[in-house]
């Protein structure tokens, strides 16, 4: 017998899509675990278990609120959606459609990210994007371009048939926590793990070797295994021969890049860098996984193709046990990319310089007229805002003043704007900018589906209602377009999924019935009796004529480099008890007790240059502000780094706002700095 008291839904935190069920009961709610789940088993992580924290908080937002000179006051939602609608129009009538930015939400469903663009596209912007441009932009075109398709390409739990696991630029250990049970279980089975980080991380710790390279080397490291391995001849030449195009450019590239040369770079000894390529390349199964400690960098494109180009020469793509494993940061920021929510793509990977794919769209969206060419990304918006290009901005579920990188001044540009509309379930910082501010309804409080980082599509259903009047984002968005004459029709959330199935091809064959069955379904899944894809490039690849494109690729440094003004370099990451800007977490009464401040961990012997002791309150400074935290003094990194935790707001005051020229991804993991004890203190 079904017990209707529990309704199955899906973390909202990680990009894991890891499953529970939420408990009703007369005298409240609570969790209980879904062991049967594919992904998790069961187990949740700390964030995960705290996660119906939030959903009573005081804080939540209940009513539409418009900015007056006296504060806040409260409105109809009539009044609140009739406003957006005008200030959308009168801003397209005084300047143009690129006067408008939309920002939408790796936190919101994929029907309503789908919506969220098209109707800012519809209206004839190209200025959409979302915070994936600040998690893993850099997979998109790298991936695209050498295997066709931009996502993780086995499951989660299928590393549990690895042999050797590489991990680079990953903590997963803390940012994901259930990873880390399926690489214990190949652990467990003899698998080699080698972690690439530069810092000791709980991660480094389960490792049976650790490169503790230099900040942003990874290229040049990756090169240098792949020195290894085509002076030794491991490469898999029956793969490459059939399967690639682009190997004698690579095999050429990489000779300058000897283990000796290598290791003056990164810091790594020759010896754990030929150790190293050859546990990879001898290995019959091996995975490589990476996160933003690859992605977040201003050559972080080139980092992920490093990577690609590593798994393609080894031929460990393509079949069990292998595979690269992009670990992505929020809860849908795969659905959000799938749905077209990024400057430079259109639904279902679609280049916005594609002039067939425009027309198709405007075919299926019966559309006179849908822009073409990248527009502002989520990094450039504030700029154009600070230079008058852009005059409206349109927020949904993104706290962008704290997101951004060097955020002070994100947030002066961002005063320059006209009018500012956010969709939030809390008051942001972001939200406090804005002129209106419209309530919304949280995961659990609403129908729709989320995809994965494995690229699992899992509906959750509505398990509570929303508080006061606050609305899902979906009813938003249809409410504004029709005020707008767009023409959107939908009943629910199931019709808007059934045309991404006809828009992004990898979709057409999920329904909300498939998406409900436990687990979901993993895409691609072109046809309704399809089974879905967990393992992708079985046979060939998604790129032209099947074959992946090998991309050599070259090492630059980073582009802060320490000086006598500034003599150490600060890096940023996350830890196991909160997420993102920190809006969600740091209502969690259970886990700010364990994690209520932001903090700097420092090497002792930058602690005894600089007087620091364990617990002091200190004051870190970079070319672009100051943000005090309190010093943990700690061996996790070497002499001369830092690192502080990008969950609480000071932390991206400091951020580096140097981008990688391809995917415009700010480098959020290097920047020159320097540390005192607070004076007065």
């Not at 549990?160 to 399926?182: K, Q, Y």
């Not at 490459?240 to 095999?251: K, W, Y």
């Not at 989320?450 to 984002?473: C, K, L, N, Y």
């Amino acid at each position: 017998m079904v017990d209707e008291s529990l309704v199955p839904t899906v973390c909202p935190y990680c990009a894991l899509g890891c499953g529970f069920y939420i408990k009703l009961k007369e005298d409240g709610r609570r969790i209980e675990y879904m062991l049967d789940h594919p992904t998790n088993e069961g187990a949740l992580c700390s964030k995960g278990n705290a996660a119906l924290e939030i959903l009573d908080h005081p804080d939540r937002l209940r009513h539409p609120l418009r900015r007056t000179e006296n504060g806040w006051v409260r409105v109809s939602w009539e009044e609140a959606l009739a406003e957006v609608a005008e200030e959308i129009k009168k801003t397209v009538r005084d300047h143009s459609p690129d006067a408008l930015g939309f920002l939408g939400s790796a936190k919101c469903t994929n029907e309503e990210n789908y919506l969220f663009q098209k109707m800012a596209r519809m209206l004839g912007s190209r200025n959409v994007d979302s915070c994936a441009r600040r998690c893993h932009s850099p997979t998109i075109p790298a991936l695209n371009r050498a295997f066709g398709s931009a996502c993780m390409t086995n499951p989660i739990s299928d590393l549990a048939n690895s042999e050797c696991l590489f991990v680079i630029g990953s903590n997963f250990a803390e940012n994901h926590p259930i990873v880390a049970r399926w690489v214990l279980r190949a652990k467990d089975r003899g698998a080699y793990v080698i972690v690439a980080d530069p810092r000791l991380t709980p991660t480094a710790w389960l490792a049976d070797v650790h490169l503790q390279i230099n900040l942003g080397t990874d290229v040049a490291l990756l090169n240098g295994m792949m020195n290894v391995i085509v002076e030794e001849g491991l490469q898999d030449r029956k793969f490459i021969d059939e399967r690639t195009v682009g190997f004698e450019d690579l095999a050429e590239k990489v000779l300058e890049y000897t283990p000796e040369t290598v290791s003056e770079i990164t810091g790594v000894s020759p010896g754990a860098i030929v150790g190293a390529a050859r546990a990879y390349a001898q290995s019959s199964k091996s995975a490589i996984l990476y996160s933003m400690g690859i992605t977040q960098h201003s050559h972080g494109t080139n980092n992920v193709a490093a990577c690609a180009d590593l798994a393609l020469i080894c031929g460990q793509l393509g079949r069990t046990g292998a595979g690269l494993y992009p670990l992505r940061g929020q809860n849908n920021v795969q659905g959000a990319c799938d749905m077209g929510v990024l400057a430079d793509f259109y639904p279902g990977s679609r280049s916005v310089n594609d002039i067939d794919a425009v027309h198709f769209l405007e075919e299926v969206w019966s559309a006179d007229f849908l822009p073409v060419g990248m527009g502002m990304t989520a990094e450039t918006m504030p700029v154009a805002a600070g230079d008058g290009d852009l005059r409206f901005l349109y927020v949904m579920g993104e706290d962008v003043v704290n997101s951004d990188s060097s955020s002070s001044r994100g947030r002066k540009e961002l005063e320059n704007l006209d009018f500012m509309v956010v969709q939030e379930i809390f008051m942001t910082d972001t939200a406090d900018m804005a002129d209106l501010v419209l309530p919304a309804a949280a995961w659990a409080e609403k129908d729709g589906s989320f995809t994965s980082s494995e690229r699992r599509v899992q509906w959750v259903s509505r398990a509570i209602d929303p508080p006061g009047e606050a609305r899902s984002d979906l009813w938003t968005i249809l409410e504004v377009a029709k005020r707008l004459g767009l023409g959107f029709d939908y009943a629910g959330p199931e019709e808007v999924l059934a045309e991404i199935g006809r828009v992004v091809p990898s979709y057409a064959g999920i329904s909300r019935e498939r998406a409900e069955a436990r687990g979901g379904v993993i895409w691609p899944c072109p046809r309704p009796n399809h089974p879905g894809t967990p393992i992708l490039h079985q046979e060939e690849f998604s790129a032209p004529a099947g074959r992946a494109r090998i991309v050599s690729v070259d090492y630059h440094p980073p582009a802060e480099e320490s000086s006598l003004d500034y003599p150490l370099l600060l890096t940023t990451g996350r830890v196991a008890l909160h997420y993102n800007a920190g809006s969600m977490t740091r209502r969690s009464f259970s886990l700010m007790r364990r994690a209520p401040e932001l903090f700097v961990e420092v090497n002792p012997d930058d602690a005894d240059r600089w007087s620091i002791i364990d617990g002091d309150l200190v004051e870190v400074n970079t070319r672009r502000g100051r943000a005090w935290a309190r010093a943990r003094v700690t061996t996790r990194q070497e002499r001369g780094v830092l690192f502080m935790p990008f969950h609480f707001p000071d932390t991206n005051r400091l951020t580096s706002d140097v981008i990688d020229p391809e995917s415009r991804i700010p480098e959020f993991k290097v920047a020159a700095c320097r540390i005192g004890k607070m004076k007065g203190v």
